[in-house]
């Protein structure tokens, strides 16, 4: 059976940097990418970007210069840093793991099959 | 940047089947996926790969990908599918989720 646990400050200040970090537990770790999503209050979902046991990243466009996952594979964890944050990045943190598979003509499929309990993060003067 | 766009809402009877739609350009060239979203809780996947359904998600839950449209189906649809509902699909580097639909079961 496949966990996610993740944990993490959950009330900054603005300019502050969110830290977040993710456990798995069970199944293969370097089978799979992991992901962060987030969830502002009342709206959609949000993809913040992905890594693989490598270390290799992509991430969100919109968020990318603020951004940094990375990986522990000696633990099975990953981790989120997003650095100068404001009100506009309150929101439920996610972190999911992440089905790749890399079809022809450099295109993929993936899809998210575990995620995290959720952290809601709240960034307040 | 690549987008995902769902109806804000879908209404449906007891009983009845509901249809979600999530449009996006050639979307059909693309596999889609569908989470399952209650309040307070994490998403759960209940379509993957356009059509196919994870180990223990209902057989009323089905989808379907063509042209520049995914489609989630929900036959027999119960007062516990009532839910936000939402696509998502990989481009260019890049994890894509529509805006999501909420489902309301009458």
């Known amino acids: 059976q496949v966990q996610l646990q993740q944990w993490g400050a959950g009330l900054l200040k603005p300019s502050e940097t969110l830290s977040l970090t993710c456990a798995v537990y069970g199944g293969s770790f370097s089978d799979y990418y992991w992901s962060w999503i987030r969830q502002p209050p009342g709206k959609g979902l949000e993809w913040i970007g992905e890594?693989?046991?490598?270390?290799?990243?992509n991430y969100n466009p919109s968020l990318k210069s603020r951004v940094m996952i990375s990986v522990d594979t000696s633990k099975n964890q990953f981790s989120l840093k997003l650095s100068s944050v404001t009100a506009a990045d309150t929101a439920v943190y996610y972190c999911?793991?992440?089905?790749?598979?890399?079809?022809?003509?450099?295109?993929?499929?993936?899809?998210?099959?575990?995620w995290g309990q959720g952290t809601l993060v709240t960034v307040s003067s | 940047s690549y987008e995902l766009t769902q109806p804000p809402s879908v209404s449906v009877s007891p009983g009845q089947t509901a249809s979600i739609t999530c449009s996006g350009d050639?979307?059909?060239?693309?596999?889609a996926c569908w989470y399952q979203q209650k309040p307070g809780q994490s998403p759960v996947l209940v379509i993957y790969?356009?059509?196919k359904r994870p180990s223990g998600i209902p057989e009323r839950f089905s989808g379907s990908n063509s042209g520049n449209t995914a489609t989630l189906t929900v036959s027999g649809t119960q007062a516990v599918d009532e839910a936000d509902y939402y696509c998502?699909?990989?481009?260019?580097?890049?994890?894509?989720f529509g805006g999501g639909t909420k489902l309301t079961v009458l």
């Open positions: 790969q356009d059509s």
């Open positions: 890594i693989n046991h490598s270390g290799s990243t």
């Open positions: 998502q699909a990989w481009d260019t580097s890049t994890v894509v």
């Open positions: 999911a793991r992440e089905v790749v598979f890399i079809l022809a003509a450099g295109t993929r499929e993936d899809y998210f099959d575990y």
């Open positions: 050639k979307l059909g060239d693309k596999y």
